[in-house]
């Protein structure tokens, strides 16, 4: 491994660059992005799909033995900071010391996404980066392999969804498009397009979940959009005994995810 770039103070434009990239406006501007944690930045290599730049390192951080290791084998320029300075660059309360730098990938739909059978998952207009971390993790869990993120109103680039997704936005296939550009895809691959909504009159353990299905969830304020409820194959819902009158929305989607693994076991 290549002797690290040794810095000790925060105003380094480096690091202020580094620093940067939690904002959005930073990100659209170097087309980079900021992935911190130890289990994120492994799984963001093992995807193959991530051109790292820089990796912070701050060995009195670490929380377990292999972070050297993990470095040593990341393509990427090292710079060392004392724990002063890495605990302002951090976004979390408790940082391991390694944050990662690297180019945005391609997530668009103009790449083949993967449609070979297993359940998909496409979520409209999703505001909330916590919910969509937690959603990509749960549809990993699941067996789920694809989410598409439809006309999202968050940047899926954002580390609180990085840091809630545990690293699955990158070992998923995730894509984002417009909603009107996705369903002609799963139409073509033979998906089933089955949207969960409050108005509808079927309950979600009544419906046929087996085989090639899309759920297709709305957001969290708006629900649906026009065109999911005009152009879904079926509808399903959850029912709600109590006042709420709904779920919040990554646990219904993970209710609806593992009740399509249950019937496809």
Known sequence: MKKPLEITSFSNEKLKYISGLKEKKNRERSNTFFIEGYREIQ???ASEKIEFEYILTCPACYLGENEEELISSIDAKTILVPKQVFEKISYRDRPDGLIATANLPDF???KNPNLSGAPVLVIEGVEKPGNLGTILRTAEGAG???VF???PRLDLF???VIRSSTGTLFTLDVRQGEISELYPLLKKAGYRTIAVTPEAKS???DGNLKGKVALVFG???YGLSEYARTKSDEYISLPMKGVADSLNLAMSAGILMYEVLRQNR
């Open 43 to 45: 799984r963001a290599k």
């Open 108 to 110: 668009s739909l103009s």
């Open 144 to 146: 789920f392999e694809t």
């Open 149 to 151: 993120v439809a006309d």
């Open 158 to 160: 954002n580390p609180n």
């Open 203 to 205: 309950l979600y353990w």
């Open 219 to 221: 957001s969290e304020q």
